[in-house]
């Protein structure tokens, strides 16, 4: 079993509309979970930190479920913008090492 | 401004010949930094965490003689990649993770061999 899972879509969504990822790990121990999006042939980039509390910014909300070990993004109001790759990020106990998703291809239709 | 610069973004080499990728944090001092591989359409892997005055921790399927690192000082760490084959042909990103922030990431080396 991969450590950090993810649906790898495409999922393709009209302009508008709310979109929602998971994300599993397996290690129990872990300690930080991130979303990191990437675009083609790009560095990925933070989007959000996920909190135990779960956090909101914008359009992007992330939580985490501890006794289930996932993690979610939801993007309301979707924009043509937001297609990109969507990559679920967990830190080992270390809190250093960051463990990648294969990552969710979204797609924002107009 | 970039908090970490990669160096060289593109790189095309010689099979057997070796390459050198360079990963400098610009305005912090990173005791640790990593480095990933990410082949087309697949996610990142990390391959190794580098550490400052210590020898390079390589994940498991790595092969450490193959992908040299080195990390002499707090702003600088460097990917060898020796003997260079077909199948080494990849996008090498590092990061350095800065405490309590969030990890910066270089801008990523594409590496064709030919």
């Known amino acids: 079993r991969k450590e950090v899972e993810q649906d790898p879509g495409p999922f393709n969504v009209p302009e508008g509309a709310t979109v929602a990822f998971n994300c599993t790990y397996s290690?129990?121990?872990?300690?930080?979970f991130f979303w990191y999006r990437q675009d083609c042939r790009k560095e990925p980039k933070l989007l959000m930190s996920?909190?135990?509390?779960?956090n909101e910014d914008g359009r992007f909300t992330a939580q985490l479920n501890r006794a289930s070990q996932y993690i979610s993004l939801l993007i309301r109001d979707s924009k043509l913008s937001d297609s990109a790759t969507y990559l679920c990020?967990?830190?080992?106990?270390?809190?250093?090492?960051?463990?990648w998703g294969a990552g969710t291809k979204l797609i924002i239709k107009p | 401004g970039a908090v970490v610069s990669q160096h060289p973004s593109r790189v095309i080499c010689k099979s057997g010949t070796s390459v050198k990728i360079e990963c400098r944090s610009l305005?912090?001092?990173?005791?640790?930094m990593f480095w990933y591989r990410q082949f087309p359409k697949k996610s990142l892997m990390l391959m190794a965490t580098?550490?400052?005055?210590?020898?390079?921790?390589?994940e498991q399927g790595v092969e450490k003689d193959k992908f040299l690192i080195n990390h002499a000082s707090l702003t600088l760490s460097t990917l060898t990649v020796t003997s260079a084959h077909p199948e080494d042909s990849s996008f090498y990103i590092c990061?350095?993770?800065?405490?309590?922030?969030?990890?910066?990431f270089g801008q990523g080396t594409r590496l064709t061999v030919v």
């Open positions: 305005d912090f001092q990173a005791t640790t």
């Open positions: 990061s350095a993770y800065r405490r309590n922030t969030e990890a910066f």
């Open positions: 990020v967990v830190g080992r106990d270390s809190n250093y090492q960051l463990i």
């Open positions: 290690n129990s121990a872990s300690q930080s």
């Open positions: 996920v909190y135990s509390s779960g």
């Open positions: 580098s550490n400052e005055g210590s020898k390079a921790t390589y």
